[in-house]
């Protein structure tokens, strides 16, 4: 298991500006970095790649920004648009050195509303062969897509490990995986430990968000059944910190997010606190796992 940091606690949009950070997340004790890349025009990929190596750091991901107008069940000029810029970021990320692009890719962040079951289906067969195409594109450059089930304030359209896991099975390609969330989990699924269990090794990336996305154990989420799971099930791709601050996401973020209050400012104590709480409750569950096998 390898453990993340996510660009939004730090810097948004992300742009060449942003390796300043790399040091700090690599003392830190953190593996990976999840590079939101806003618009592939904000960065050059070699030069990070280069800061990363410096640092001992890998992208562990590419973090797809699913803002108003990238829809893949929009209007037509969203749809042409979403592919236009994901299809940009694939071909970017070999660069990069990373595999893995994650995100709500389905829809625009934060377009939740009421649609007719014709309609949904409609939108959901438009989905698929987007995502048919996009799996066969992110296949040639050597990436997998994750993509993650959102809460029912950000999206109308996926909430569920179930509805994401379908959705997969409806595109059927190998290079599509599913991302799990324990932020929208807490809000979505029956058991979210349940949920990690069923889906198993469809899990190709993971976020760890506290009930109120600020810091780890300052809410309601009870994290040790979330990693005693992902410790059955063998989980061992990354599991990366998520939180959002208006300090540092702009408006329209905060706006999709529901960021109406900041649970943090000062994201240095945040990231720190963020990397030793998981990999303590890691290796607890571990050492549990150790003793239930023994008995
Ligand atoms: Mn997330």
Redesign the pocket.
């Known amino acids: 298991m390898r453990f993340g940091i996510n660009t939004f606690l730090f810097a948004s949009p992300f742009t060449n500006d942003g390796v300043k950070f790399f040091p700090q997340f690599k003392q830190w004790g953190f593996d990976t970095v999840e590079i939101a890349i806003e618009e592939v025009a904000n960065i050059d990929p070699a030069f990070i790649r280069k800061k990363l190596d410096d640092n001992g750091l890998v992208c562990g991901s590419v973090g797809a920004a699913m803002g108003p107008g990238r829809d893949l069940r929009g209007t037509a000029g969203e749809q042409a648009a979403a592919m236009e810029y994901l299809k940009a970021v694939i071909a970017m990320m070999p660069q990069l050195g990373s595999h893995t692009l994650i995100?709500p890719i389905y829809s625009s962040v934060g377009r939740a509303e009421a649609v007719a079951e014709e309609e949904y289906k409609k939108q959901w067969a438009t989905v698929v062969a987007h995502l048919k195409t996009l799996s066969a594109y992110a296949e040639q450059f050597d990436v997998k897509l994750a993509i993650?089930p959102l809460n029912r304030y950000e999206t109308d359209f996926i909430n569920t490990c179930e509805q994401a896991m379908r959705l997969i099975d409806d595109v059927n390609h190998d290079a599509l995986m599913l991302m799990l969330?324990t932020?929208?989990m807490n809000i979505e699924e029956v058991d979210p430990a349940i949920a990690i269990r069923i889906a198993g090794d469809k899990i190709g990336y993971f976020?760890i968000?506290e009930s109120n996305r600020g810091y780890l154990g300052a809410g309601t989420i009870n994290f040790d059944r979330i990693f005693d799971a992902l410790v059955e099930i063998g989980y061992d791709q990354d599991v990366v910190f998520?939180s959002f601050s208006s300090t540092i996401v702009d408006e329209a973020l905060s706006v999709a997010c529901g960021i109406w209050r900041d649970t943090w400012t000062d994201n240095v104590p945040l990231a720190k606190h963020a990397k030793q709480f998981i990999e303590l409750r890691y290796e607890e569950a571990k050492r549990r796992r150790a003793t239930t096998m023994k008995h």
């Open positions: 995100g993650e969330d932020f929208h976020h968000g998520e």
